[in-house]
């Protein structure tokens, strides 16, 4: 049984440019989350999406945007990009809102 | 908001217990967490305790809840050296959340 899936595993982008990072979640899961990791910090929470919706946002600003597709995959797309932006982004799939299965990850370096 | 915090290190013979602990400020927390991560890794998930609980045990692996003191810990016992990476607490709030609020990490060094 795959877990959650992301792609791609790593990515190098130039300031101003945009980016899409996708997800998998887990089989049967119908809720993905997504998160910011920095170095040398937690995850910080950046939305959710359920029934193609986003359910409940963090403190992200608006460049930061997602999708979720009829067969519960998604996107997250971040436009402008930051210096800053650089970080691990996870994505977190769950079922009945508390088995949080998180992916590898995408590390994002904006130069 | 809410804060969860942890220390940042703990240094441990392999053998011996570790104890990791973390400290939470929501009341309303339902779900509290637990998560490894390894280098260049995303987060496994070790064990989940729910709010009304106060001790939870899973192999090696024993959790206590003081919900008083919002205080929550991490027992791994026979420490090895597989076990060294970076413990989360995590934290799933009761007002309406569905984000899970993470602490910085602790990382668990084994000394042989």
């Known amino acids: 049984d795959a877990g959650v899936t992301q792609s791609p595993t790593h990515l190098i982008k130039t300031r101003g440019q945009q980016v899409t990072l996708r997800c998998s979640p887990k089989?049967?899961?119908?809720?993905v989350s997504w998160y910011q990791q920095a170095l040398g910090q937690g995850p910080q929470f950046i939305f959710q999406?359920?029934?193609?919706?986003?359910?409940q946002r963090g403190n992200f600003p608006d460049r930061f945007s997602g999708h979720q597709f009829p067969n519960y995959s998604s996107e997250l797309n971040v436009n402008a990009l930051l210096l800053g932006d650089s970080a691990l982004y996870l994505c977190?799939?769950?079922?009945?809102?508390?088995?949080?299965?998180f992916g590898s990850g995408t590390r994002l370096t904006v130069v | 908001g809410e804060d969860v915090e942890q220390s940042l290190f703990l240094s441990v013979r392999e053998g011996d217990s570790s104890v990791i602990n973390c400290t939470y400020t929501?009341?309303?927390?339902?779900?509290l967490y637990w998560y490894k991560q390894e280098p260049g890794a995303g987060l496994q998930l070790l064990t989940y305790?729910?709010?009304?609980?106060d001790m939870k045990q899973d192999q090696r692996l024993t959790v206590l809840l003081n919900k008083k003191d919002k205080h929550l810990s991490l027992r791994i016992a026979d420490t090895q050296t597989g076990d060294s990476a970076i413990y989360f607490c995590?934290?799933?709030?009761?007002?309406?959340?569905?984000?899970?609020?993470f602490g910085k990490g602790t990382h668990l060094i084994i000394q042989p």
């Open positions: 089989s049967g899961h119908d809720t």
């Open positions: 999406y359920y029934e193609e919706e986003e359910r």
């Open positions: 977190a799939s769950c079922d009945r809102g508390y088995g949080y299965t």
């Open positions: 929501d009341s309303s927390s339902t779900y």
């Open positions: 995590a934290e799933k709030s009761g007002g309406g959340a569905d984000g899970l609020t």
């Open positions: 305790i729910f709010s009304n609980m």
